[in-house]
């Protein structure tokens, strides 16, 4: 026996488990990818049912502003649950498995995306305008965003793998050249004369869509944070100093953000309106992204204590294709068709029902999660039977 052998437990010894790592889901994240829902739902919800213009000015900024955290939010969040459940096991052999049901996992987010399009316009467009829609030939509004997510989980998994074995200084570079790429092609490529095109890859002006290379930065930023998530979460000191960075970075933009405004009011209410998010431009960005890193480093800092205190909001984070069901259909079907809301309420009452359907919307998903688990010992009696 040699003297490392000396030093070795015994073969029955149990193997301590690796507490530095998260074991099941990750409460901050689910949190984090609530707090973009939650925000997503407060836009649609009120600029479903009322013109931007009718809001009054607390309505515009700062209520309004801060939903415009939500997307960046929504894509970071996005790369850190494929870094944090996905990468990791790219290398095991049941990869395949794993990359197919995320492959599924799109084709079903596309499914949605196309029934919730038809929801969206079908009380106020033609039958034509929704065929074009439905075939690319235009866009929706409130749905878009899960277009966006369906086409990213079909392209995705495949670059996973590459993604586990790029050595870590070319990973933290990455999402420079590819925010060159995604700029260089929006000004010096015309797309073989298709704007649809350029609006799915680079996005159009002309198009309200979230462009796969030019938001694919913000993916990439998510891998990179969940990657540090993944092996810092476990442990308080270092999952609060990732929190402290996320927190610093948000400073930088914000600052970054108000030394390049001239007129702040002015400003906040035109990114309100949208204005620099398709295609995205520097001034929205810096808000954007900052709000959404400050929201990010709060879930962080909270870790699971925060997540069971905002619960509702966390459960709403778990299932963010079912909250898109629900919040759009009862903003388009129930609201607005039958009980003939649209443009008829005041935005105070428009806020009221929106917050209302955001605990609407986290009872539905809990109730469905509950049933879910209900009936797993029952159908696993079955698939063994």
Not at 291 to 302: D, M, P, W
Not at 316 to 342: K, N, P, Q
Request: hydrophobic share 55%.
């Amino acid at each position: 026996m040699t003297s490392a052998d000396s030093h070795a437990p015994p073969a029955s010894a149990p193997v301590p488990p690796d507490l530095s790592r998260p074991v099941g889901r990750i409460g901050a994240i689910d949190l984090a990818r609530g707090f973009a829902v939650c925000l997503m739902i407060l836009s649609h919800g009120t600029n479903g049912l009322m013109p931007y213009d009718e809001f009054p000015d607390w309505g515009q900024v700062p209520v309004h502003a801060i939903t415009k955290f939500s997307s960046s939010l929504f894509v970071i969040v996005f790369g850190i649950a494929l870094a944090v459940a996905f990468v990791p096991k790219t290398g095991a052999p049941d990869w395949p498995q794993r990359r197919n049901r995320l492959l599924w996992r799109g084709v079903v987010v596309l499914f949605w995306y196309k029934v919730l399009t038809v929801v969206e316009m079908y009380g106020r467009h033609d039958r034509d305008a929704i065929v074009d829609t439905l075939l690319y030939r235009n866009f929706p509004s409130f749905v878009e965003i899960l277009g966006f997510y369906a086409i990213a989980l079909l392209w995705i998994p495949w670059l996973l793998p590459l993604w586990a074995k790029t050595p870590a200084w070319l990973r933290w570079l990455s999402p420079v050249p590819v925010a060159f790429a995604s700029w260089w092609l929006l000004h010096h490529f015309d797309f073989w004369g298709v704007p649809q095109l350029q609006a799915l890859l680079v996005e159009h002006p002309d198009y309200y869509t979230w462009g796969q290379l030019a938001r694919g930065p913000l993916i990439l930023v998510g891998l990179l944070i969940g990657g540090l998530l993944l092996r810092w979460y476990g442990d308080p000191r270092t999952r609060l100093a990732l929190a402290g960075a996320l927190a610093l970075a948000a400073a930088l933009l914000f600052a970054w953000f108000l030394l390049r405004a001239d007129a702040l009011q002015p400003l906040l209410v035109d990114i309100g309106r949208n204005a620099g998010k398709h295609p995205p431009q520097l001034m929205f960005m810096l808000f954007s992204v900052g709000g959404a890193l400050a929201l990010l480093a709060l879930a962080v800092a909270g870790g699971e204590f925060l997540a069971r205190a905002l619960r509702p909001i966390a459960v709403i984070g778990s299932d963010a294709l079912m909250a898109f069901i629900v919040h759009i259909s009862v903003i388009f079907v129930l609201f607005r068709e039958t009980l003939g809301y649209y443009q008829t309420v005041s935005y105070e009452r428009a806020l009221v029902l929106t917050v209302l359907l955001i605990a609407a919307t986290a009872a539905w998903i809990w109730l469905w999660q509950a049933m879910k688990r209900a009936m797993a010992p029952a159908v696993q009696r079955q698939s063994r039977g």
